[in-house]
């Protein structure tokens, strides 16, 4: 079955630190991947996909086909960069299944 | 931001009665979802529609209805609310529901059943 797992709910650094949300994968086939983005009281919205492999607000994502893995990472954290995290996957036509989340705060 | 537009904003309701929650958008987008939103289950989705009067179950679709009759519209229905339906309601909307056509949400809908 198509899963993707994070298994961090709460994740805490201090500004300036690097930062990694795990992100793992199962899927048979070639995995399409992203990371949403939900700031306090707003949407969802996408941070980044590795089709496109770009690096959005300083955070990149590498898929590891290999260790089924798919982590978000920054090497240097803001304080504006607290917010909850996704991690998702695209199983058929559009749906995409989602992993229950990091929730990530930086400290200053 | 993508034009969709959930409401109501917020709803309090009582366990038995029927809730109706809508979505609209002004993409034109072919792909409308709904999902839920709870602490440790992260979003889950409910119900997806790939065209109108096009719908199919996602992996919560118990106790939840769903109806496109036009494009720009997708209604999700509680036909008779549960404490267990108390959670926060996105509508996410797709272009071509490909990798290169990523989800859009709206601002979500906070249901709270009593």
């Known amino acids: 079955a198509q899963r993707v797992t994070q298994p961090e709910k709460l994740l805490s650094v201090f500004k300036g630190a690097p930062v990694e949300l795990k992100c793992n994968y199962s899927y048979s086939g070639s995995p399409e991947l992203f990371w949403y983005v939900q700031y306090s009281r707003q949407r969802l919205q996408l941070l980044l996909r590795?089709?496109s492999r770009e690096s959005i607000k300083g955070f990149t994502a590498d898929l590891n086909k290999g260790e089924t893995s798919f982590h978000l990472k920054k090497p240097f954290a803001q304080e504006e960069d607290s917010a909850m995290y996704y991690c998702?996957?695209?199983?058929?036509?559009?749906?995409?299944?989602f992993g229950k989340g990091t929730k990530l705060t930086v400290n200053p | 931001d993508a034009g969709i537009t959930q409401s109501p904003r917020h709803k309090v309701t009582e366990t038995g009665t029927p809730v109706t929650l809508r979505c609209h958008q002004t993409e034109n987008h072919r792909y409308m979802y709904w999902y839920r939103q709870d602490p440790g289950h992260g979003l889950r989705l409910i119900h997806y529609s790939y065209g109108v009067k096009d719908t199919d179950k996602g992996e919560v679709s118990d106790g939840y209805s769903v109806s496109r009759s036009k494009t720009e519209d997708f209604l999700l229905t509680l036909e008779s609310a549960t404490s267990s339906q108390t959670s926060v309601y996105f509508c996410a909307i797709s272009e071509s529901g490909s990798a290169n056509s990523p989800l859009h949400f709206g601002n979500g809908t906070r249901l709270t059943v009593t």
């Open positions: 590795h089709i």
């Open positions: 998702a996957l695209i199983k058929g036509v559009g749906k995409l299944v």
